[in-house]
C-alpha cells in the first residue's frame, strides 16, 4: 500500500473521488460540492485554521488504485465538557472493508497528532462547525443523505471500533411529516404566551438580516456558547453566514421568539439543499447556481431541516420551545411548502433536546456516532462525554 499525503491539486482531487468510489454502489449516496471540500482545507477561506491545522493522506493499493483518505486536525478551541487533556480530531474518513488499509490511515492520523501533543483523537469530525460532517453513520443508510450529513458505507463502523475507538456520543436525528398534529402541549402553551403580555414569535423577515443576525448572536451565545461545547459567535460572523445562506433561506421557516422585543429564542431551518445537489454531481458553477434558483423557484425541495436551537438560560423551562414551535406550525402547516421535516443531530449529552424532538411526535430516522481514541490509556481513561447540566445554566 503507498500512503500518500495531500499536497496538490491533483492528490486533492484524489482525496474528493475516494469518498465518490467507496459509495459508487448505494443508489442514496448524494456527492457532497467538491468545493466546499476544497474550501475546508483552504487557509484563505476557513477561519479555523487561526485556530488550528490540518493534515490529510491519501491511500493506494499496491496497484496504484485509490483506496482510502483521511484527515486530521488540531484545534484550540475544540473542547469536550469532562476532557482534561488535549484531543485531536479526524474526519472525512474513507476506506474499503480491509481492516489493514483502515489502521495505515488511523496510523497515520495518530502519529501526526502525537506530534502535536495530542493524547487522543475524537472522530469522524469536521474541521469547523458541527453541522457538517459530524460523526459516523450507524443507523439511516435507507434514505439519501440530508445536506452536510456524513455518509458511508455501514461496515466502516467495524473498521473504527476494530482499530479501538470507541462510542464518545451518539448524535440522533428525527424527522416526521410537516402536517403531523402536534401533541396538545404545544397548543396550550401557545395560548399560554399569546395571553401573556410583551411575548411574540414570528418568522424572519429576508430583508432585514442585518437585524436577526444579531438576534440569533444573542440568543446562540446565551444558550450555547457558556457550555463549553460551542464556541462564541460575533454578530459580524452571524452577517456573514446569513448573507451567504440568503440564496438558498425562507424565510417562512427561521422563527424567532421575543419578550418585549428582545429575542429569547431560536428556531431555524433551511431546505434540505441535498434536494437540489444531487442533480449536480459535486459540481457548483454559475449553471447549478442558475439551476438551484429555478428549482427553488418551482418547490423543488419538499424536505426542510434544523439547523439550530437555542433558548436564552432564564426563559427555559417555561415552554417557550412550544409556543414558538406552534406559531411556526400554524404558519407551515397545510399550505404544502414542505412534506418532511428532519432535525439536525441532537447528542445524548443532551436529552431536553432530544425530549424536544420526542414530544413533537418525530420518530429516529438515523443515528451518527462520534468516536473517541485515547492514545495512552495507562495514562487516561475512556469515559463517554457527560450529560449536559442544565442546573450550570
Known amino acids: 500500500m503507498q500512503l500518500t499525503e495531500v499536497n496538490s491539486a491533483a492528490t486533492a482531487a484524489d482525496f474528493i473521488k475516494v ?44 496497484h496504484g488504485k485509490l483506496i482510502g483518505r483521511i484527515a486530521a486536525f488540531t484545534h484550540t478551541k475544540y473542547v469536550n465538557k469532562g476532557t482534561d487533556f488535549a484531543t485531536g480530531c479526524v474526519g472525512f ?12 490511515l488511523f496510523d497515520a492520523a495518530k502519529a501526526w497528532l502525537q506530534s502535536k501533543g495530542m493524547e487522543a483523537m475524537d472522530g469522524p469530525v469536521n474541521f469547523g462547525d458541527r453541522d457538517k460532517w459530524w460523526g459516523l453513520m450507524v443507523e439511516g443508510f435507507d434514505q439519501p443523505p440530508m445536506y452536510g450529513m456524513s455518509y458511508n458505507p455501514p461496515y466502516y463502523e467495524q473498521l473504527m471500533e476494530g482499530y479501538g475507538f470507541k462510542n464518545y456520543y451518539n448524535q440522533y436525528y ?32 429576508i430583508k432585514n438580516l442585518d437585524k436577526h443576525a444579531a438576534e440569533f448572536a444573542t440568543v446562540y451565545n446565551a444558550a450555547w456558547a457558556q457550555h463549553g461545547e460551542a464556541k462564541e459567535m460575533s454578530v459580524e460572523q452571524v452577517k456573514k453566514l446569513f448573507y451567504k445562506m ?24 433551511i431546505p434540505d439543499l441535498n434536494e ?8 457548483f458553477g454559475l449553471l447549478q ?3 438551484l434558483l429555478w428549482l427553488k423557484k418551482r418547490g423543488a425541495c419538499k424536505k426542510f431541516t434544523g439547523i439550530a436551537f437555542g433558548i436564552v438560560p432564564k426563559f427555559q423551562a417555561l415552554g417557550i420551545d412550544s409556543y414558538m414551535i406552534y406559531a411556526g406550525a400554524l404558519f407551515i402547516q397545510g399550505k404544502r411548502f ?17 425530549n424536544i424532538y420526542k414530544t413533537l411526535g418525530g ?8 468516536y473517541r481514541y485515547i492514545f495512552d490509556t495507562g495514562k487516561h481513561f475512556f469515559e463517554r462525554h457527560p450529560v449536559m447540566d442544565y442546573a450550570a445554566q
Open 19 to 62: 469518498n465518490v468510489l467507496m459509495n459508487k454502489n448505494n443508489p442514496n449516496y448524494i456527492r457532497p460540492i467538491d468545493n466546499e471540500v476544497h474550501d475546508t482545507f483552504n487557509k484563505e477561506k476557513n477561519k479555523q485554521y487561526k485556530y488550528g491545522e490540518t493534515k490529510r493522506w491519501i491511500l493506494k493499493d499496491d
Open 93 to 104: 474518513f474513507d476506506c474499503i472493508n480491509d481492516h489493514r488499509a483502515a489502521n495505515t
Open 174 to 205: 428525527y424527522a416526521m411529516s410537516i402536517d403531523a398534529p402536534l401533541p396538545p402541549r404545544f397548543p396550550e402553551r401557545y395560548a399560554k404566551f399569546s395571553a401573556k403580555p410583551g411575548y411574540s414569535a414570528r418568522h424572519i423577515d
Open 246 to 269: 440568503k440564496p438558498i433561506l425562507d424565510e417562512r421557516i427561521v422563527w424567532f421568539a421575543y419578550y418585549k422585543n428582545e429575542p429569547i429564542a431560536m428556531w431555524i431551518n
Open 276 to 283: 437540489f445537489y444531487k442533480h449536480f454531481n459535486g459540481k
Open 289 to 291: 447556481k442558475l439551476q
Open 338 to 354: 414542505y412534506d418532511m421535516y428532519e432535525m439536525g443531530w441532537a447528542a445524548d449529552w443532551n436529552p431536553k433536546m432530544l
Open 363 to 370: 420518530n429516529q430516522s438515523r443515528r451518527m456516532v462520534t
